[in-house]
T-cell receptor
C-alpha cells in the first residue's frame, strides 16, 4: 500500500507565526485529504486536495502530485489551531475505503 | 445539520462483555466507515459500507461486526470485548459517488472505549 510520512512530528509556535506542514507519499494518489484533530479529539476535514492549491481563510494547501507531496500552510497562527494535523491519501478518487493516514503533526500554538 | 452523530461518548466494559456503538449521519451520504485510533498507530479502518445493505472489512476487522441499518445508520458491535479493543472509535461518512473528485470524509466526535 501507499506509505505516508508527515513532517515535522511536533511543532511549537508563538501565536501569530506562520507554519508549513508536509505530507510525503510513496505512490500516485487521486485522493488526498487534510484533517485537524483538536485537543478535544474532534476530527475536522480541512481540504480535499489530490492536486492543485486551495485556500480557506488562514489555511491553504498545495498538492504536487507528480512530486508526491502536499503542504499545509497555516498563517498568523492562533491558539485554536493547536492539535494534530493528519493527511490521508488513497489511489481511488472519491473513495475513502483505501485511505492511508499519516501519523500526524502535533502543533502547539503558544499565546 | 448535526453531521455525524456517535453514541455513547464514553464506555467502560469488562472483558467478555458486548456492546454496540451507534452512528447516524444526516448528510444523505452513501458511504459510512468505522475507524479506531490508537496512540502511535494513527487511524485504521475497521469496516466500511459503500451503500445501504453492503458492508466490507477494512484493515482491522477481527473482533467486530457491523450493520448498515439504513442509509443513515451504521453500527459497530463488539461481541466479546478484549483489552486490545481499548481505543477511540470514530464513525465517518462521505458522498463517495464513483470517481467523484470531491468527496471529503466527515467524522463523528468519537467514542472512548476502555476494556478492563
Amino acid at each position: 500500500g501507499i506509505q505516508v510520512e508527515q513532517s515535522p512530528p511536533d511543532l511549537i509556535l508563538q501565536e501569530g507565526a506562520n507554519s508549513t506542514l508536509r505530507c510525503n507519499f510513496s505512490d500516485s494518489v487521486n485522493n488526498l485529504q487534510w484533517f485537524h484533530q483538536n485537543p478535544w479529539g474532534q476530527l475536522i476535514n480541512l481540504f480535499y486536495i489530490p492536486s492543485g492549491t486551495k485556500q480557506n481563510g488562514r489555511l491553504s494547501a498545495t498538492t504536487v502530485a507528480t512530486e508526491r507531496y502536499s503542504l499545509l500552510y497555516i498563517s498568523s497562527s492562533q491558539t485554536t489551531d493547536s492539535g494534530v494535523y493528519f493527511c490521508a491519501v488513497g489511489a481511488k478518487p472519491g473513495s475513502a475505503r483505501q485511505l492511508t493516514f499519516g501519523s500526524g503533526t502535533q502543533l502547539t500554538v503558544l499565546p | 445539520n448535526a453531521g455525524v452523530t456517535q453514541t455513547p461518548k464514553f464506555q467502560v466494559l469488562k472483558t467478555g462483555q458486548s456492546m454496540t456503538l451507534q452512528c447516524a449521519q444526516d448528510m444523505n451520504h452513501n458511504s459510512m466507515y468505522w475507524y479506531r485510533q490508537d496512540p502511535g498507530m494513527g487511524l485504521r479502518l475497521i469496516y466500511y459500507s459503500a451503500s445501504e445493505g453492503t458492508t466490507d472489512k477494512g484493515e482491522v476487522p477481527n473482533g467486530y461486526n457491523v450493520s448498515r441499518l439504513n442509509k443513515r445508520e451504521f453500527s459497530l458491535r463488539l461481541e466479546s470485548a478484549a483489552p486490545s479493543q481499548t481505543s477511540v472509535y470514530f464513525c465517518a461518512s462521505s458522498v463517495e459517488l464513483q470517481d467523484l473528485y470531491n468527496s471529503p470524509l466527515h467524522f463523528g466526535n468519537g467514542t472512548r472505549l476502555t476494556v478492563t
